[in-house]
Structures are given as C-alpha cells and as structure tokens.
C-alpha cells in the first residue's frame, strides 16, 4: 500500500460516499504519506463546506418573481406577433426608398423637359452609325455607304 496513493480514491467518488473499509484505508496511508494527508484533509474541508452550503436556504430577490414573469410575457407577446408585422417591422424602411425611389423615376420619365417622348423618332439620331461615322443628318446609311467606309478604312490602314 505504500506505492499506492488514495488521491485516486478521494477523486472518485465524494467522501460521505464512501465505505468504512475506504475510509480505514485512507487514514491508515494518510498517516504515512504527507501529500495524502493534506489530499484528505482536503476533501474532509470541502465535504463539511458543502454540507454546510445546502443546509442554508437561499431566498430568491423580492422582485424575481416579477421579473421572470414579465420577461416570459414578453416573449410570448413577440412570438404572437403576425410574421407580415415582424417582416415588415424590419423591411419598412427598405420597401418605403425603394417605392419613393420609383415614384420618383416615373415622375421624370414623364414631365422631363428636353427628353423625346416614345412617339418621337429618336433611332435615326442616337443611332450607332451615326455617332460613329460623326453625322448629324436624318438620313439613314445605306449598306453600300456603311461598306465602302468600312472597307476605305481597312485599305488606307493596309498602306501605311
């Protein structure tokens, strides 16, 4: 029993758990190892602290009651809220821009001065050909005109 220590014993199981013949054995090796016996006064002190703890009732705050009660009803009361209220309770700020935002834009698109109206032929003026060839007539380029530019460009650049 000298090579064995009782710290493996103490760690296992509570000391007011266990068996006379434990108990007997503890102390007879506490007596010759030091390290031991201080593991056993250890958990002597520490079971009498604990036995004394639960002994002393512990009385909860005046207002615990209250309060517990009062935040279990707030949550209730959350969680009987509509999911469209909750949804839009956190999207209302999202939804107003976006909604004022395209007001706005059908506003411009209409009362917008300087902007042709759908009616208007803005094809021939805005048109590819046109800002790329640098003209401001209203006559549409033939494909012999859009050709014969083309293919001028490609032979003047061969030359050089």
């Known amino acids: 029993m000298k090579n064995k220590h009782i710290i493996e014993i103490l760690e296992n199981s509570p000391?007011?758990?266990l068996s006379d013949s434990d108990l007997a054995t503890i102390t007879s090796h506490a007596k010759e190892c030091e390290s031991c016996e201080?593991?056993?006064q250890a958990a002597r002190l520490s079971a009498i602290i604990l036995s004394e703890r639960v002994s002393v009732p512990v009385e909860p705050s005046p207002f615990f009651q209250t309060r517990v009660l009062a935040a279990w009803r707030e949550k209730q009361s959350i969680e009987n809220v509509p999911a469209w209220s909750r949804l839009w309770k956190s999207t209302r700020a999202l939804v107003s821009?976006?909604?004022l935002t395209t007001a706005a834009l059908g506003v411009l698109s209409f009362f917008a001065p300087g902007v042709p109206s759908a009616g208007e032929d803005t094809a021939s003026a805005?048109?590819?050909?046109?800002?790329?060839?640098d003209q401001q007539s209203d006559d549409q380029m033939s494909y012999e005109q859009v050709l014969s530019t083309i293919y001028?460009?490609?032979?003047?650049d061969d030359v050089r």
């Not at 805005?126 to 060839?133: D, F, G, P, Q």
């Not at 001028?152 to 003047?156: G, S, T, Y």
Request: aromatic letters at 10%.
């Open 38 to 40: 201080r593991a056993y």
């Open 152 to 156: 001028n460009d490609e032979n003047d």
């Open 126 to 133: 805005y048109s590819a050909e046109a800002v790329l060839m």
């Open 97 to 99: 821009s976006m909604a």
């Open 15 to 17: 000391l007011p758990a």
